[in-house]
């Protein structure tokens, strides 16, 4: 059939105990410490820092303000990143928050995650980032004006191709990819960390000066402000995407957050320390891309060193965004939730190609109509909506199947923070500064009942559709994944 129904007895158990079953073809368990710490990183350090503090700092009115926000928006994402690190070890299988709502809530809530996900929120968050390395990628071509749309949405698209072809080769491709764009990119913010710390030691502290006056006290303001901080952030629970695929998942998991996230947290605020040190507050805010003007101040003429960098950031962020969201697709496919073609694996490169693929045709199709600030903003409120319904799941299994085995446990405190600040990203942009597109994203989300009950609750199936499945297989040279019972 072209989609299918998964029978479990008790979601729970059946996932702890998925090792025991035998597959007739599965992805590679190949992601170890340094390809986790290095796909946990180099997703989130990408486009964000490079562009959003001038973002922050509108929206927040001052230096010291908005470095408050970069510092909750990090102490956000390490909460949220533990909480997702015991519910990687109680459910031991791959697709993120999909995975999580189906196993806890049902297949309901987690087919409208499904559809939402892989038809806008993944490769929204991809277009943006790819978007972004476009700009800075040509800016050299284009010196004293912008840069064309064209040129920047054709080079988006490019690098969406690139990536579609490096991920589809090999696992162990990707992930090098990975490992030396990171490095490359530790190596880029460090060099502006250190940049920032001789322009302090010069006395260039004015920025600093009354830092609080001015600071915008509007719940809608702040809830934006912290979109734009946690835009740079997003990337703290891609692990989780690819949990089947990392070596020892019960230790690496959780080992690999604790290392990733504080050190991204660090960078980001030395970072913003060092924009400020260079530039006055209102040079920030005029500035179209705040790193390019750092180096122009701080570097002079090896400026060109940060648009390469930059350049060299987003493309390995979007190789992160690229693997985890694939996987996403996959899962839900091969739980029934999508046509069968995607829950299929290429015979001899071992990775889910079809998923892949369709990744790449969404995310051309939003580069081609969105730009940078909408995306960020309209992804970060889909985000946060299924980040608290994932950890309001987590808090039923702690009070409710305190029995369940894992290995790691987090304090509860810790899960019911993220839920409240989950809550307050949802709802402040809502209630202080109401947008209709906001109405046009939960209609969009509930538009997948068309879809689940005659295609997943009640299993009809055209025809036509089982025959295009089989001619994609032979085409793509795919497999299904599925498990003997």
Same mark, same amino acid.
């Given at each position: 059939?072209?989609?299918?129904?998964? !029978?479990?007895?008790? /979601?729970?158990?059946?996932?702890?105990?998925?090792?025991?079953? !035998?597959? !007739?073809?599965?992805?590679?368990?190949?992601?170890?410490?340094?390809?986790?710490?290095?796909?946990?990183a180099g997703t989130m350090i990408g486009s964000g820092i490079f562009m959003s503090p001038e973002w922050v700092l509108h929206h927040m009115g001052n230096p010291a303000s908005s470095l408050l926000i970069w510092a909750a928006c990090g102490l956000l994402a390490t909460f949220g990143a533990l909480s997702y690190a015991e519910l990687g070890t109680i459910i031991k299988e791959s697709g993120g928050e999909y995975i999580y709502i189906l196993r806890i809530f049902g297949s309901f809530p987690a087919f409208l995650f499904a559809y939402t996900s892989v038809i806008l929120v993944r490769p929204a968050g991809l277009a943006a980032v790819c978007l972004s390395f476009a700009e800075y990628a040509i800016a050299p071509f284009y010196p004293g004006c912008p840069s064309p749309q064209v040129a920047i949405k054709c080079t988006a698209a490019a690098c969406i191709l690139i990536l579609t072809i490096i991920n589809c080769l090999n696992v162990r491709l990707a992930t090098s990819v990975m490992n030396f764009f990171t490095a490359a990119k530790l190596l880029a913010l460090l060099v502006i960390v250190v940049g920032g710390l001789v322009v302090l030691a010069k006395g260039q502290t004015q920025s600093f000066q009354n830092g609080f006056q001015g600071t915008t006290a509007g719940i809608g303001a702040v809830?934006?402000?912290?979109y734009q901080g946690l835009w740079s952030y997003d990337g703290w629970n891609n692990l989780n995407y690819v949990t089947e695929e990392l070596k020892k998942p019960e230790v690496t998991l959780p080992r690999a957050l604790m290392i990733a996230i504080p050190l991204v947290?660090?960078?980001?605020?030395?970072?913003?320390?060092?924009?400020?040190?260079?530039?006055t507050p209102s040079e920030l805010l005029s500035s179209g891309a705040v790193a390019v003007t750092w180096g122009d101040k701080v570097l002079g003429s090896w400026a060109w060193l940060i648009s390469l960098s930059v350049a060299l950031s987003t493309f390995g962020s979007s190789n992160g965004t690229f693997f985890s969201g694939g996987r996403v697709c996959y899962i839900a496919a091969r739980e029934g939730h999508m046509p069968d073609i995607l829950s299929m694996a290429h015979v001899r490169c071992l990775t889910p190609s079809p998923a892949l693929l369709f990744t790449s045709a969404m995310s051309l199709i939003m580069i081609i109509s969105g730009n940078f600030t909408s995306i960020v903003n309209f992804f970060s409120f889909m985000a946060w909506l299924f980040y608290g319904m994932t950890i309001s799941g987590l808090l039923y299994l702690k009070i409710k199947k305190p029995e369940l085995p894992r290995s790691y446990k987090v304090p509860i405190i810790? /899960?019911?923070?993220?839920?409240?600040?989950?809550?307050?990203?949802?709802?402040a942009p809502i209630i202080d500064q109401p947008q209709i597109e906001i109405l046009y994203i939960v209609l969009f989300i509930f538009s997948?009942?068309?879809?689940?009950? /005659?295609?997943?609750?009640?299993?009809?199936? /055209?025809?036509?559709?089982?025959?295009?499945?089989?001619?994609?297989?032979?085409?793509?040279?795919?497999a299904p994944t599925t498990r003997d019972a």
């Open positions: 059939s072209t989609m299918r129904e998964r !029978k479990t007895t008790d /979601p729970l158990h059946s996932s702890t105990d998925l090792s025991e079953g !035998k597959e !007739k073809l599965r992805l590679k368990q190949e992601v170890g410490l340094i390809s986790s710490v290095s796909l946990i809830g934006v402000a912290f947290t660090c960078l980001y605020l030395l970072v913003n320390v060092s924009y400020l040190a260079a530039m810790i /899960p019911i923070i993220v839920l409240m600040a989950a809550v307050y990203l949802v709802l997948g009942i068309i879809f689940y009950f /005659p295609l997943v609750r009640f299993k009809y199936h /055209p025809r036509f559709l089982q025959r295009v499945t089989l001619h994609l297989q032979l085409l793509l040279e795919v």
